[in-house]
């Protein structure tokens, strides 16, 4: 009976260490009943967080009984005042004025702490992983792109942005945001321009959080777990993880010859989430944080292994899933279309079709890419700069755009 009531609820949860352990009640049938540790309250959603058996879930307090409810009202704020690592549902990033074309010179100020850290997922492949040459952009940048180096021609480091990569789970980079160092090899990718603006537009701590590898479709091996006969040759996701602990299944590796629908989305969605939990270590002194929003540039390996007839609709399980997935229904998404396609290409137009949904209205976005990118996306564009910078900005601006609304 306990095991079946705990299922219905297992959703996204927030990430602290917990308080005492206390017998939970089913509001409508009293006889169901758990044990387990208070972890958050969000008044403002209405979600109660509990930790149980290791595991941490998030359902809605109507489901629990009235004195449970008060006992989350009055012990969740004291959890979050305790120093422990916070998650929020998002939404309370403030942007400042408008967006300018060149971006001023950082005045080096470190964030403001006493704010939750704006945090900011990056997904896709290959040239979301980043191959711009940070050489031959340094030797540009005071006349292109001057917020990048100072009077001496030196990089400038933002104390405001923290520029966090997984590559397969594993940390690759973790420092606070440069030009010279974008993904831990002397490359770099969006996140140089996104980071810089959404540094500037953000009076609050932000890190960029970055989780992906090369070669990856949406329709197979990053599959949303909620497709279901979306995936390439009508597929479904295949993978058991929890949504707020999402790891990659060896049982389903196991029963689909090594590989599964949806391993690349369940490994990418837990380096970040497992990052989050230890949150000071990437974003140091840091004790709460919002998942604000989510980049995506991807495509390149879509018409050989994924689907690009069901792109559009793949995109919307995506955004809802990382939206359950980070706790974060108010994030908002934005994506970039292949450099060399126009915007009537089939997989740039599905992007745009994602966008216009009425559920995505002031909520999802597309860079169209075409006009500042130089060469192909399947030759990473040349590792040419301006084309990784002219991406990052244009969608660090549609971001901007999207969370002042």
């Known amino acids: 009976m306990k095991s079946k009531f705990l299922a219905t609820f297992l959703a996204c949860g927030a990430f602290i260490a917990v308080a005492q352990a206390r017998t939970w009640t089913n509001a409508s049938d ?66 400042k004025g408008s967006i300018p074309d060149v971006l001023p010179d950082h005045d080096g100020k470190e964030a403001d702490m006493s704010k939750p850290v704006q945090v900011f997922v990056m997904m896709g492949q290959s040239n979301m992983l980043g191959f711009g040459n940070a050489g031959a952009l340094k030797g540009v940048a005071a006349a292109s792109y001057p917020y990048l180096v100072d009077d001496g021609g030196n990089w400038i480091v933002r104390k405001d942005v923290r520029n966090v990569f997984f590559c397969m789970a594993q940390q690759r980079y973790n420092d606070w945001l440069t030009a010279e160092n974008g993904n831990g090899s002397g490359k770099f990718g969006p996140e140089v321009g996104i980071g810089n603006y959404l540094g500037h537009a953000i009076d609050a701590p932000v890190m960029i959080l970055k989780s992906c590898v090369g070669n990856r479709a949406l329709g197979w091996d990053l599959l949303p777990p909620s497709a279901v006969g979306t995936g390439a040759k009508g597929g479904s996701y295949q993978g058991d993880s929890e949504s707020s602990n999402r790891k990659v299944s060896e049982a389903a590796k196991t029963a689909n010859g090594g590989w599964y629908a949806g391993l690349q989305y369940d490994q990418d969605v837990g380096a970040a989430q497992t990052a989050l939990k230890d949150l000071a270590t990437y974003y140091p002194n840091a004790t709460k944080f919002e998942v604000a929003g989510f980049f995506w540039w991807q495509g390149n390996a879509e018409p050989g292994k994924g689907s690009v007839e069901n792109y559009d609709k793949n995109l919307a399980f995506l955004f809802n899933d990382l939206k359950k997935d980070f706790n974060a229904p108010n994030a908002k998404f934005v994506c970039a279309t292949l450099g060399e396609h126009d915007k009537t290409a089939p997989l740039s137009q599905k992007m745009f079709d994602f966008a216009a949904l009425p559920e995505n209205k002031d909520k999802a976005a597309v860079f169209f890419s075409k006009p500042v990118a130089k060469g192909a996306s399947g030759g990473h564009y040349g590792g040419d700069h301006d084309t990784y910078m002219k991406v990052g900005e244009g969608m660090g601006k549609l971001m901007i755009e999207l969370l002042s609304k």
């Open 30 to 95: 009293p006889s169901k009943t758990f044990e387990g540790e208070l972890v958050s309250y969000d008044e403002a959603a209405g979600n109660v967080t509990v930790k149980m058996k290791g595991r941490e879930m998030t359902f809605k307090q109507e489901l629990l009984s009235e004195a449970d409810i008060a006992y989350a009202k009055e012990n969740g704020p004291k959890l979050a005042a305790t120093g422990k690592v916070v998650a929020a549902a998002g939404g309370s990033a403030k942007v």
